[in-house]
């Protein structure tokens, strides 16, 4: 909703001040657990600015719900790519959640959903390759001696600093709504929920289970639309949200269950 209602700037202006207020914010945050990096953080933090344009690209050269819809396809890649990249176990209970998910999550856009740009469309559905891969390597045992958050703050900055001639041509242009959208957008949206979503995978959630519950997040979409701007949601997104919220509690359950019933718990 914000990067649409950064009317007056493009994708690599919104790029430029959302990361640079990202970076700013995270740093200041997080600064004391350290600031160091190797050639595996680098790796990630090129990974991590590429999800990130990518999805601004999408947002800004397609619609909204092609862009969620396609960025909330990491599950798919994580489901996939995890047993060899991190070495986790595939389950089959896992398959049925992540389709369930996408089920859910496709009523949402029922008559919205259009074939769009379609670079706009490419662009979102590598942001979902990319942000499936970037959780995954948050947990690669070659992160752990990192500060969790450095990938966030150098990925950032570099965005911001690729970008920074466009964020220059756009101060004499932008507008109040403008400023706010980005502020908005780099120090809550970027900023905050960044680190708040890599102390949850640090601190032990499966990079799986961590991209399902952020289904949550297309979830509000019609939430907040509702709440700031008075239009109600379809009787088909209350019905895919109620199937999100309802696949995301039994998954949890029973990841929760399982987990303190194995041998070695």
């Known amino acids: 909703m914000f990067i649409k209602l950064a009317t007056n700037?493009?994708?690599?202006?919104?790029?430029f001040f959302r990361s640079l207020l990202a970076g700013i914010t995270v740093l200041i945050l997080t600064r004391k657990d350290g600031l160091k990096i190797n050639a595996f953080g680098i790796m990630c933090s090129v990974i991590y600015a590429t999800l990130l344009?990518?999805?601004?690209?999408?947002?800004?050269h397609t619609t909204a719900a092609n862009a969620i819809f396609l960025q909330y396809t990491a599950p798919i890649y994580i489901l996939i790519l995890a047993p060899f990249v991190i070495g986790e176990k595939f389950h089959w209970r896992d398959l049925v959640t992540v389709i369930f998910c996408l089920a859910g999550m496709s009523?949402?856009?029922?008559?919205d959903l259009t074939i769009g740009d379609i670079q706009g469309n490419i662009a979102a559905l590598g942001s979902g390759i990319f942000l499936g891969l970037y959780i995954m390597l948050l947990r690669h045992p070659k992160a752990m001696g990192m500060?969790?958050?450095?990938?966030?703050?150098?990925?950032n900055f570099l965005l911001a600093l690729l970008t920074l001639p466009s964020g220059i041509a756009a101060i004499p242009t932008a507008g109040m709504m403008d400023y706010v959208a980005v502020?908005?957008?780099?120090?809550f949206?970027?900023?905050?929920?960044y680190i708040l979503f890599i102390k949850g995978v640090r601190g032990g959630t499966r990079p799986l289970d961590a991209s399902i519950i952020g289904f949550i997040e297309p979830l509000l979409n019609p939430v907040w639309v509702f709440?700031?701007?008075g239009e109600r949601p379809s009787n088909w997104a209350?019905?895919?949200?109620?199937?999100?919220?309802?696949?995301?509690?039994?998954h949890t359950f029973v990841q929760y269950k399982s987990a303190n019933t194995s041998p070695s718990a």
């Open 9 to 15: 700037l493009d994708a690599y202006q919104v790029t």
């Open 53 to 60: 344009f990518l999805f601004v690209w999408a947002t800004k």
């Open 107 to 111: 009523l949402f856009f029922v008559g």
């Open 147 to 155: 500060n969790g958050t450095i990938t966030v703050i150098y990925g």
């Open 183 to 187: 502020a908005f957008l780099g120090i």
């Open 189 to 193: 949206q970027i900023g905050i929920s």
């Open 227 to 229: 709440l700031f701007v």
């Open 238 to 250: 209350i019905l895919g949200g109620a199937i999100i919220i309802a696949t995301i509690i039994v």
